[in-house]
């Protein structure tokens, strides 16, 4: 397993979002020594949902306004439909996922999250995957979408669906480890 001791990384989610999604590599980044982050619109806590039942509540650790990208290594979207349109017409919230593409940080989003990445103007030319629903909206932003469990294209690791997380997780964890091994390199 890679050792992201040191390694910060922001999870923007807010009300709706699927709860494996956020929980499952939240908890694979815990134990890679990784810090991460729940960053939301709002404070308090956010409802997740299995599917389309409520389940639990996660906390907020920092609320969207006092976010800076420069502090967080890297990004994970989790999905949900609830939460993932809800935050494609989140201004701040399409600025902060931008600001992770602009300094070239990777970026690990699962299921409808990608709709955040259509809805912040990233998915021209990319190749990416999403839960089947979202592929029309891709392709029209001009993205390259394949049904595939896990894609990794550049800085971006993109996977379908809850059963694709072991493979997300997986290859989130060897982007994210790959990430901190070069930023060491280009601090010495």
Not at 55 to 67: F, M, T, Y
Not at 75 to 97: C, E, H, W
Not at 129 to 137: A, M, V
Not at 175 to 188: C, P, T
Request: overall charge negative; charged content about 25%; aromatic content about 6%.
């Amino acid at each position: 397993m890679p050792d992201l001791k040191n390694f910060k990384v922001a999870v923007l989610a807010t009300d709706g979002f699927e709860e494996t999604e956020l929980t499952e590599p939240v908890r694979a980044l815990r134990e890679a020594g990784a810090e991460p982050v729940t960053v939301s619109p709002h404070a308090g806590q956010i409802q997740a949902f299995r599917h389309h039942e409520k389940s639990i509540a996660v906390d907020v650790d920092l609320p969207l306004d006092k976010a800076q990208p420069d502090s967080f290594d890297a990004l994970l979207l989790p999905g949900g439909a609830l939460n993932a349109d809800t935050l494609r017409a989140d201004k701040k919230a399409l600025s902060f996922v931008r600001a992770f593409q602009e300094s070239g940080k990777p970026l690990a989003v699962i299921c409808h999250a990608p709709w955040e990445l259509v809805s912040a103007g990233l998915v021209r030319g990319r190749k990416l995957t999403s839960y089947h629903t979202i592929q029309d909206d891709i392709r029209n932003a001009g993205g390259n979408w394949v049904d595939q469990q896990v894609v990794v294209d550049d800085n971006w690791v993109t996977s379908r669906k809850p059963d694709d997380i072991p493979a997300f997780n997986r290859e989130m964890l060897a982007l994210f480890s790959e990430a901190q091994v070069s930023a060491h390199h280009a601090v010495r």
